[in-house]
């Protein structure tokens, strides 16, 4: 059977009246941008402690930060997101839990995918940032510690300075993918740019156009991040490492 294409749709009233379809797909990609951003401040935040906790000279500090690491990359994004959602409010202290329990639904769906996917994309961050504090020079940390920093301040003044010039790429590829993981959140309801797509499927019963709208958003957040991260890697730069020349 005979396709019927109407690009049309996207310029006609949505069926609850509030603007057209094409305002949807923007309001869900607004909401996708926002979660991604969000969840990624928290990923680089949490990764970069776990990491740096991966190597310092601290057993147990080292312990903690491994565990934390394997917990989060071996259970599937998708499980996690429903801990968030529908079980940590079980296990809260009642009126904590109530509180969550009587928020905005949409408040509840974002905070949850916003905590999950950050914590989620922490436990990879923090692989980079060991990988890259790991890669240095050892004579740059017993430099730091000969002119007489702490171990705290020789990791913030020479090590990690260092290492997140060396792993802007790697990082780049996370940044990436925090943006497609997003697309889980569709799960509890959050309304992102695939839920989006799905409620435009349902009241206009065009999947191809909708799909295709959506594949060439993505496609313009990749191309935009990729962009950025790049003249990023660019201005870092140092002669003789990763990237430098």
């Known amino acids: 059977m005979a396709y019927n294409w109407n690009w049309q749709v996207f310029l006609q009233p949505s069926a609850t009246g509030e603007g057209t379809y094409l305002a949807w797909l923007f309001e869900g990609l607004k909401w996708t941008v926002t979660l991604s951003l969000t969840a990624w401040i928290i990923a680089l935040v949490v990764g970069s402690v776990i990491g740096v906790l991966r190597t310092v000279p601290n057993r147990w500090l080292g312990l903690i930060a491994a565990s934390y690491v394997e917990v989060f990359r071996n259970i599937p994004l998708l499980v996690q997101l429903f801990i968030w959602y529908f079980v940590l409010p079980e296990l809260l202290p009642g009126e904590m839990g109530n509180t969550f329990k009587q928020m905005n639904p949409l408040a509840q769906q974002f905070f949850s995918a916003m905590v999950c996917l950050g914590l989620f994309t ?109 003249r990023l890697e660019k201005r870092v730069q140092v002669p003789g490492f990763v990237g430098g020349k």
């Open 122 to 230: 922490a436990a990879r961050v923090a692989e980079q940032v060991r990988a890259g504090i790991n890669s240095l020079p050892r004579g740059q940390k017993n430099a730091g510690l000969a002119m007489g920093f702490t171990l705290a301040q020789c990791y913030r003044h020479v090590l990690l300075p260092m290492a997140y010039r060396i792993i802007v790429p790697p990082l780049t590829s996370e940044f990436l993918n925090i943006f497609k993981n997003s697309a889980v959140a569709t799960t509890i309801g959050l309304i992102e740019l695939s839920r989006q797509a799905q409620h435009l499927v349902d009241f206009t019963a065009q999947p191809y156009e909708a799909f295709i709208a959506v594949t060439l958003l993505y496609l313009l957040i990749n191309v935009t991040v990729m962009f950025l991260m790049r």
